[in-house]
């Protein structure tokens, strides 16, 4: 059993800032990588920013310069620092991570989800 759990989340005016945290819990043999991705009401989930456990991000056009993903992957934790934030990041954030772990001696890759946690920025 793996779990993803996020916190952080909340109201902010615009040009505010918010720091999300995700950890991961359970049965992990090694993580690949760790991310964010968000969904808007009615709009399908994107991908916002991810770090892989070799250390490279790769960030969403609509945040880069704004947002940074960081995190100690070993320790099976993430962030995502949100500057400046704009009405159109609005969003319901989850935490997503490709994790391995072993079965009966064999390695299995999947991806899992945090709960998500909202991030409304309004006046």
């Known amino acids: 059993q793996v779990q993803l759990v996020e916190s952080g989340g909340g109201l902010v005016q615009p040009g505010g800032s918010l720091r999300l945290s995700c950890a991961a819990s359970?049965?992990?043999?090694?993580?690949?990588?760790m991310g964010w991705y968000r969904q808007a009401p009615g709009k399908q989930r994107e991908l916002v920013a991810a770090l892989t456990s070799s250390g490279s991000t790769n960030y969403a056009d609509s945040v880069k310069g704004r947002f940074t993903v960081s995190g100690d992957i070993p320790k099976k934790t993430a962030f995502l620092q949100m500057n400046s934030l704009k009405p159109e990041d609005t969003a319901v954030y989850y935490c997503?991570?490709?994790?391995?772990?072993?079965?009966?001696?064999?390695?299995?890759?999947?991806?899992?989800w945090g709960q998500g946690t909202q991030v409304t920025v309004s006046s």
């Open positions: 997503n991570a490709k994790i391995s772990t072993l079965i009966l001696g064999a390695r299995y890759e999947y991806k899992y």
């Open positions: 359970g049965d992990i043999f090694s993580i690949k990588a």
